[in-house]
């Protein structure tokens, strides 16, 4: 028979470890430091993806009907971007990506890769809050595997030689990373 305090403790326990998962597949939320540099480099699966390294190719369905091809986005920055509707981070991200897009043009392409979720899903949470950006379903995790991370949110900025220029992990404030994620587009694209 269990008492009081056993129970208590037991419940505990099962909380904080279902916090750290939470954290885990979320990602901590990092702020860019002043200098604009990344979160540190041993938290990205080092020696796989890594800032300077070739990006690996992938093509991906889009849900408005289109696709996506890595290599097919010459004389571009691209933003990559993994994400899912539950993850509180991600989410408050989102409306960066919109003024990205409408600050660079055609300089930029950029890819919301949701991890995980159903069509409906997305669809819905996308209509709801009027985003019109491109969005891949990664039911499978198959786009996930060729850029394993720590959790989400998690982005990546692709040169236009094909070299990942920068890596993010975590997210602030969608103004905050709007100036983060413009600085570097700027440096990928000089």
């Given at each position: 028979m269990y008492s009081s305090r056993t129970g208590k403790t037991l419940a505990l326990t099962a909380l904080c470890a279902l916090l750290a998962l939470t954290l885990a597949a979320c990602g901590a939320p990092t702020v860019p430091s002043q200098n604009g540099s990344d979160a540190p480099e041993e938290s990205f699966a080092p020696g796989v993806i890594a800032v300077g390294a070739p990006a690996p190719d992938f093509t991906a369905d889009l849900l408005d009907g289109t696709s996506f091809q890595l290599s097919e986005q010459k004389d571009k920055a691209v933003l990559i971007n993994f994400w899912a509707t539950w993850c509180g981070p991600c989410v408050g991200e989102l409306p960066a990506?919109?003024?990205?897009?409408?600050?660079?043009?055609?300089?930029?392409?950029?890819?919301?890769?949701?991890?995980?979720?159903?069509?409906?899903?997305?669809?819905?949470?996308l209509e709801r809050n009027g985003y019109t950006f491109p969005v891949a379903l990664d039911l499978e995790g198959e786009i996930s595997s060729l850029y394993p991370s720590d959790g989400i949110p998690y982005t990546l900025i692709i040169a236009p030689d094909g070299t990942i220029s920068s890596i993010q992990l975590g997210a602030s404030g969608a103004d905050e990373m709007f100036d983060h994620y413009s600085a570097e587009l700027d440096k990928a694209l000089s």
């Open positions: 990506f919109t003024r990205l897009i409408e600050t660079y043009g055609d300089k930029i392409s950029l890819l919301a890769v949701n991890c995980g979720e159903n069509e409906k899903t997305v669809t819905d949470f």
